[in-house]
């Protein structure tokens, strides 16, 4: 066996070591012990537009199996139908069905809520809204109209907007800020740098608030928060109706970044399986928190 197989990592506070191997190895070892597999996208499937190594061998295997499993993505600004075709032209076969968006659990929060109300939307929320049952405008002369305040990626006039939800917000401290996508920065669509993420944007006028004693909550949508994890129960069982999803600790979450996949796995209950093939390295890993630990590391998928 190759020498870097003998790898072994410390990977918890009760000396659980595992080999360096992929989740597809593990998968085929231990699948009796999960009723689903939730993936991230970039960086454990894909990196940018090309497949990572395993990927698309893993993905076919699911679907032949018919074993459950779904795409966790804090993307709430293309639809899934669009999210897709982006897997589909990187040779990733990921039909819409299997993808979950930080935007549709906008729906079960909004269904519980707010149906039928207007939102003021910094950014673009895509398909979300209507799917969600709620308008959106994004038009600052209408934000009195409006019961909340909606944050997600898009281009749009920051200064306006956000002087616009700042004075919102100084007025109505009791309306909701929602923020699909929690992440601060990715890499941009627009440039070959990082873009400025609708999280990091939140943050921003939530300090600004702060500074002017309004202590706004916001409610985050995405990865590492619970919404879009409480989302993929009836996701599944929507898409494997004979079947049951109750336990979140048969669920198993694979990705490539702790503070996101990794701390939402463990926050909320689920199997977290890292994989190094994106954002984290082995070092990165052993130095993480309690609560960022994974459960198993693995090369790649
Ligand atoms: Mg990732």
Redo the contacts with the bound molecule.
């Keep these: 066996m190759h020498f870097l197989m003998y790898i072994f990592l410390k990977i918890t506070g009760k000396n659980f070591v595992m080999e360096l191997i992929t989740f597809t190895e593990y998968f085929l070892a231990h699948k009796q012990d999960f009723d689903a597999i939730l993936f991230?996208?970039?960086?454990?499937l894909c990196y940018g537009g090309t497949p990572l190594p395993g990927a698309k061998e893993l993905l076919e295997l699911l679907e032949k199996e018919q074993f459950p499993y779904v795409l966790l993505t804090n993307d709430s600004c293309n639809s899934c139908k669009q999210k897709s075709a982006i897997m589909q032209n990187a040779g990733l076969p990921v039909p819409e069905t299997k993808i979950l968006s930080a935007g549709n659990a906008l729906q079960y929060w909004a269904d519980r809520n707010y149906h039928g109300e207007l939102f003021f939307q910094c950014g673009d929320l895509g398909n979300y809204a209507e799917l969600a049952g709620i308008k959106v405008t994004s038009d600052p002369s209408k934000i009195e109209q409006c019961k909340g305040v909606i944050s997600v990626e898009g281009n749009y006039d920051w200064q306006e907007s956000m002087e616009a939800v700042f004075n919102h917000f100084l007025a109505h401290p009791e309306h909701p800020y929602i923020t699909a996508n929690p992440d601060s920065y990715w890499p941009s669509l627009h440039h070959s740098g990082m873009g400025i993420g609708a999280g990091a944007q939140t943050r921003f006028i939530c300090a600004v608030l702060k500074d002017a004693g309004k202590d706004i909550p916001p409610i985050y949508l995405g990865k590492p928060y619970a919404p879009i994890y409480q989302c993929a129960l009836p996701f599944l069982q929507n898409s494997f109706p004979g079947r049951k999803f109750e336990d979140m600790g048969r669920l198993a979450m694979v990705?490539?970044?702790l503070a996101?996949?990794i701390y939402g796995a463990n926050r909320n209950g689920l199997f977290s399986c890292l994989v190094l093939s994106?954002?984290t390295t082995a070092e990165l890993a052993e130095k993480a928190s309690a609560e960022r630990k994974p459960r198993a590391i693995f090369k790649s998928v």
């Design positions: 991230d996208i970039d960086g454990t990705g490539d970044s996101s996949d994106g954002i």
